[in-house]
């Protein structure tokens, strides 16, 4: 039985996948926090945030595409292991592995731990 916490994941990738930023956001609670404990100046407080840094995202990285390789939900923690690849529009490619911890409630993100280094 797939749990509302993996149907969220699920909605943020098919966003992601399709560069589609509103349907990616719609996925974040408008309080989210998200946590970058080994890099802790890429924290992000707010829906707004995420908005700048996804834009930019899909902007610069127009073939961008993220595997969800492993997802596990206990409680109202989900662990999912992605890999994000694409191509910069200067032609140099873009990877990066790694988990995200997230705290979902209510069908929306509210907090992400995020540990995601250059592939």
Same mark, same amino acid.
Not at 55 to 81: C, G, K, Q, Y
Not at 90 to 111: C, H, K, P, W, Y
């Given at each position: 039985?797939? /749990? /509302? ?19 990616? *956001? ?28 996804? +834009? ?9 595409? +993220? @595997? *969800?390789?492993? *997802? ?8 999912? @292991?992605? %890999? ?7 032609? +140099? ?16 993100? @509210?907090?992400?731990?995020? %540990?995601?280094?250059?592939?």
């Amino acid at each position: 039985m797939e /749990s /509302s916490q993996s149907v969220v994941v699920e909605r943020l990738q098919q966003a992601q996948n399709a560069h589609d930023l509103e349907a990616f *956001l719609a996925c974040f609670a408008p309080h989210f926090q998200g946590a970058h404990p080994v890099h802790p100046e890429r924290d992000e407080l707010g829906i707004e945030h995420v908005r700048r840094n996804w +834009s930019a995202m899909f902007h610069n990285i127009p073939d961008f595409h +993220s @595997e *969800l390789l492993r *997802l596990t939900v206990e409680d109202e923690t989900t662990w999912a @292991e992605w %890999y994000w690849f694409g191509t910069h529009r200067n032609g +140099s490619q873009f990877g990066m592995r790694g988990v995200t911890i997230l705290g979902i409630q209510a069908d929306q993100i @509210e907090s992400a731990r995020l %540990y995601m280094e250059p592939a």
